[in-house]
């Protein structure tokens, strides 16, 4: 993880840590690194999600990108796998969505695509962080009729939408699906999406005011989305969160579906129609043991990444997996999308209940998973870089291990974008688990400067 970027692009709290400077030279420099060998003025499109402070780092990184050359499409409050789409589709040189997905109004993030819709390698992302942070003086700046201009095509989203119908290619007409956009991007696209479909579609917070995303709602919040399942008669409750990568269900019975489940029951529904290539799925190191056990029961094979769906990408075009994601809901259909996308997941979900006739709860069923529980840590970046270096949090690990035995694991990790230390723990005894992971929690704490 480098200095500027985490796992899901730069990150920080709007107006403090990412600010409009800041803002204004990555695009700057974003510009100088995806632009260097283009011959005509290079056209960059930005996207935004519904935070209050996502206006000002727009109009911060358009000035940027402008200031170097380059063209700005400006597309307006669009889901983040918009912009992916968008940026092959529009022949664009990149793609810059600002967003802070599932996180709370205050912070906000820069996440920047290449000109094939894909999230940045890390070579490329350091190439902008040494320019942004070290040394801007190989940047030139033009004037007159080669300083970039900014045009606005909020209308650009529709192709989206109709990108995603065109993938599902299913009739939803009889389905009834309650919907949480997070009051995010998908307050923009999601009714007008599954009712293309079919589907009758009851909305949940879809009224963003700039201060309300993910605000007790969304795929990270998923209480007011099971008590409205368990009070009406739907089949499917969807949530996305603020960017609308993501996306968690609930089954008819207000029973939760994560992640793992839901890339259980694509595997599955894959294999069976013959489209699994190589009968394999893609999972990182915190998606929950259940999953291996659904796997060998199926045949499905699984390969294992680090946690981030830009690494579960990379390895699905290694080798041409064609399904793969998080437990918290990124999940990537490569045959259709170069990134995590909540909104085509959930379309994707909806399409095995109606083209089966299964229940959402008939078809997560086929994973159970284990009990796990995680405490997340608050934590400097001096205390994540001592990690693993550590002798006491390295001792209570192994003592965790050793505690654990072969019924369960456990999964000590920095995140990439948020100041914390996640201890996770997964075990048939749920009691043992919350007493091994609050032990091992109150070592990294008594670590903390």
Do not use: W
């Not at 479909?197 to 007011?224: F, V």
């Not at 259980?264 to 529904?269: E, G, H, I, R, S």
């Not at 230390?421 to 749920?430: A, D």
């Amino acid at each position: 993880m480098g200095r500027l970027f985490g796992t899901d692009g730069a990150r920080g709290i709007a107006n403090k840590e990412l600010t409009c400077e800041l803002a204004t030279n990555i695009g700057r420099a974003a510009a100088y690194v995806l632009t260097e060998r283009t011959t005509e003025k290079a056209k960059v499109l930005i996207g935004k999600d519904t935070r209050i402070s996502s206006n000002m780092l727009e109009m911060a990184l358009a000035a940027g990108l402008c200031s170097v050359g380059a063209d700005v499409v400006l597309v307006g409050f669009v889901p983040t796998p918009a912009i992916a789409y968008l940026v092959k589709e529009r022949k664009a040189d990149a793609g810059i969505m600002i967003s802070a997905s599932h996180n709370p109004c205050e912070f906000n993030g820069i996440k920047i695509f290449d000109g094939n819709g894909y999230k940045l390698p890390d070579a490329l992302e350091e190439e902008i962080e040494a320019l942004v942070l070290d040394d801007m003086s190989p940047i030139e700046f033009p004037v007159g009729r080669e300083v970039g201009s900014v045009f606005y095509r909020y209308d650009l989203v529709d192709d989206y939408i109709d990108h995603i119908i065109e993938s599902v290619k299913t009739d939803l007409s009889g389905l009834k699906i309650a919907i949480d956009c997070a009051n995010g991007c998908a307050s923009y696209t999601a009714q007008k999406l599954f009712s293309g479909l079919g589907a009758e579609c009851y909305m949940m917070h879809n009224s963003p005011n700039g201060i309300n995303i993910n605000a007790g709602c969304g795929s990270t919040h998923m209480e007011d989305l099971i008590d409205y399942v368990n009070g009406h008669e739907v089949d499917l409750g969807l949530a996305f969160d603020g960017d609308s990568d993501r996306c968690l269900a609930v089954d008819e019975n207000g029973n939760l579906i994560d992640g793992d489940r839901l890339i259980a029951a694509f595997a599955l529904d894959m294999k069976r129609r013959g489209v699994l290539n190589d009968d394999t799925a893609v999972v990182t190191v915190m998606t929950n043991l259940g999953f291996k056990h659904f796997a060998k029961e199926y045949g499905i094979n699984v390969k294992e990444t680090k946690v981030g769906d830009r690494y579960v990408l990379e390895e699905m075009l290694k080798n041409n997996y064609v399904i793969g994601g998080e437990q918290s809901g990124h999940i990537i259909f490569k045959s259709f999308a170069t990134t995590g996308d909540g909104q085509l997941s959930g379309a994707m979900f909806a399409a095995i209940l109606a083209t089966t006739g299964k229940s959402a709860s008939e078809v997560a069923s086929v994973m159970t998973v284990l009990p796990q529980t995680m405490i997340n840590v608050e934590a400097s970046a001096e205390l994540k870089a001592k990690l693993s270096t550590d002798e006491d949090i390295v001792n209570a690990i192994a003592e965790a291990e050793k505690a654990l035995g072969d019924s369960g694991r456990i999964l000590v990790r920095a995140s990439g974008t948020e100041p914390l230390i996640r201890v996770m723990l997964e075990g048939t005894n749920i009691a043992e688990i919350k007493r091994i992971a609050k032990q091992v929690a109150g070592v990294i704490k008594g670590k903390e400067v």
